[in-house]
């Protein structure tokens, strides 16, 4: 199985940007993190961080007929992005939306996610453990596929 783990803007500065909702982690252990979970499950995974909407669409795309399933962090791209949505659509590639906080709990702003309604689901407000989560929940998907 084949996962690309794509990260939005900011996520790179994890660790530095404001701790309080998204941890002390720092962008390079949580792929550490994932590595080593998803190697342990035997799965390859990829990894692709942008603060550059067209670059994540790009990335999307590119796992069309590569990528068994992606697990995306649209960052403050969920709320605004129509591209990001389309482009999940476009490949039909199954797709898991993760945030780190729970959104759900903070600004009126960050309760629209665009990105959503092409997921085959959500994980927000378990730290970075929900990308290991959001595995999980494509391996059951794709193995029932399967």
Known sequence: MNLL?????????????????????TYAGLVEKIQAYCGDLGIQASFYQSNH???????????????????INPGAYTHTSIALLDAVKAVSVPTVEVHISDVASREDFRQVSYIRQACIGTIA??????????????????????
């Open 5 to 25: 783990i794509i990260n939005g803007p900011n996520l790179n500065m994890l660790g530095i940007r404001e701790p309080d909702h998204y941890g002390r982690e």
């Open 53 to 71: 909407e067209g670059d994540l669409v790009d990335a999307i795309q590119g796992a069309y007929g590569k990528m068994d399933g992606i697990i």
């Open 125 to 146: 407000g378990q730290g970075t453990d929900g990308y290991l989560r959001a595995v999980d929940l494509l391996r059951e998907r794709l193995e029932v596929r399967a």
